[in-house]
């Protein structure tokens, strides 16, 4: 069974950091394109970050590029984003997600909770 | 990177049909077949129901189908249930990497 586990979601201040994790089982790690998806409280889905399979290829969302970064470690099955200079509007729950075909989100986590205030 | 445009809401009486589109640009929806339609229902992650505009995953029901026409994309969800009602985005690869979603359409059952 397919399983993608985020967590590290925390309550903290503007200005600070975080990192999140996504812990994948049921499938090849290091076969897959992964992304992280978020979605502020009330609204809709917004596309933050993607990587390849070995973490040589990223891509950002204009509004997180130079404060979030996606990286992955192939002998953990785990993706991570690392989310520095956080904002109030960076609140949101964040999810990974596993690409299959061209862009097709086949699995998602259940997402972690970041909220940012002071 | 701006968001793709859906309606905020549709809705149909069950067994009815209900089309919701997604519009974007030539560099995005116009420019690739990469469009992927989701199903999210309050407090759970979103469901894959279509990709490549129009493929399904296995287990999703034919009822829902998928197709572009330029810079346009389009979900179908023909004899409505009650289970279909969530709220439905569509998605777009966006060119270098980059992918974009829509701004999200509440689907309601009457």
């Known amino acids: 069974e397919v399983q993608l586990v985020e967590s590290g979601g925390d309550l903290l201040q503007p200005g600070g950091s975080l990192r999140l994790s996504c812990a994948v089982s049921?499938?090849?790690?290091?076969?897959?394109?992964m992304h992280w998806v978020r979605q502020a409280p009330g609204k809709g889905l917004v596309w933050v970050s993607r990587?390849?399979?070995?973490?040589?290829?990223?891509a950002y969302a204009d509004s997180v590029k130079g404060r979030l970064s996606i990286s992955r470690d192939n002998t953990k099955n785990t993706l991570y984003l690392q989310m520095n200079s956080l904002r109030a509007d960076d609140t949101a729950v964040y999810y990974c997600?596993?690409?299959?075909?061209?862009?097709?989100?086949?699995?998602w986590g259940q997402g972690t909770l970041v909220a940012v205030s002071s | 990177q701006s968001a793709l445009t859906q309606p905020p809401s549709a809705s149909g009486s069950p067994g009815q049909s209900v089309t919701i589109s997604c519009t974007g640009t030539?560099?995005?929806?116009?420019?690739?077949?990469?469009v992927s339609w989701y199903q999210q229902h309050p407090g759970k992650a979103p469901k894959l129901m279509i990709y490549?505009?129009?493929k399904r995953p296995s287990g999703v029901p034919d009822r829902f189908s998928g197709s572009k026409s330029g810079n346009t994309a389009s979900l179908t969800v023909s004899g409505l249930q009650a289970e279909d009602e969530a709220d439905y985005y569509c998605?777009?690869?966006?060119?270098?990497?980059?992918?974009?979603f829509g701004t999200g359409t509440k689907v309601t059952v009457l």
């Open positions: 997600a596993r690409e299959s075909y061209h862009g097709a989100l086949f699995d």
């Open positions: 049921g499938f090849t790690f290091r076969s897959y394109w």
């Open positions: 990587i390849n399979t070995d973490g040589s290829i990223t």
């Open positions: 030539s560099s995005d929806v116009g420019g690739y077949n990469y």
């Open positions: 490549e505009v129009s």
């Open positions: 998605n777009s690869y966006a060119g270098s990497n980059n992918f974009v």
